[in-house]
C-alpha cells in the first residue's frame, strides 16, 4: 500500500515536499515513480527512483524536483521547488514489481499506486 502526504496550496515559486509511504514490502527493491495529473489531462511522468538509488526526470522539472528514497522510512519523497500555477494537480506516487526499460516513464509499467496528494500553486 501507497500512502502520499504533504500536497497542499502554495504560492508559485514555493516549494512543498511530497512523501510517499510504503507498507509491506520494502520500497527499496521496486522501481518507484512520481507522476502528476492536472484537471482535465492525462497522467504523466514526474521522475522516477530505481532500486540501485539511479533517478530520471521529466524534462520539465529537471532542476526543480529532486527524488529520493528513505530505506529505513520506506519512504520516497519528491521535493518540489519553484512551482508553477500549471503545476496544479493530483501527484501520484507508484511502484512497479517488474522493469520494462522502454516503458519506464508510462503509467502501464507500475502496478500499484497511491491515491494521490492534491497541489495547487497559486498565482
Known amino acids: 500500500q501507497l500512502v502520499e502526504s504533504g500536497g497542499g496550496l502554495v504560492q508559485a515559486g514555493g516549494s512543498l515536499r511530497l512523501s510517499c509511504a510504503a507498507s509491506?514490502?520494502?520500497?527499496?527493491?521496486?522501481?518507484t515513480a512520481w507522476f502528476l495529473q492536472a484537471p482535465g489531462k492525462e497522467r504523466d511522468f514526474v521522475a522516477r527512483?530505481?532500486?540501485?538509488?539511479?533517478?530520471e526526470y521529466a524534462d520539465s522539472v529537471k532542476g526543480r524536483y529532486t527524488i529520493s528514497r528513505d530505506n529505513a522510512k520506506n519512504t520516497v519523497f519528491l521535493q518540489v521547488n519553484a512551482l508553477k500555477p500549471e503545476e496544479t494537480a493530483i501527484y501520484y506516487c507508484?511502484?512497479?514489481?517488474?522493469?520494462?526499460?522502454?516503458?519506464?516513464?508510462?503509467?502501464?509499467?507500475?502496478?500499484?499506486w497511491g491515491q494521490g496528494t492534491q497541489v495547487t500553486v497559486s498565482s
Open positions: 507508484a511502484a512497479a514489481s517488474g522493469y520494462q526499460p522502454y516503458s519506464r516513464t508510462s503509467r502501464g509499467m507500475y502496478n500499484y
Open positions: 509491506g514490502r520494502s520500497l527499496s527493491v521496486y522501481h
Open positions: 527512483i530505481t532500486p540501485s538509488g539511479n533517478t
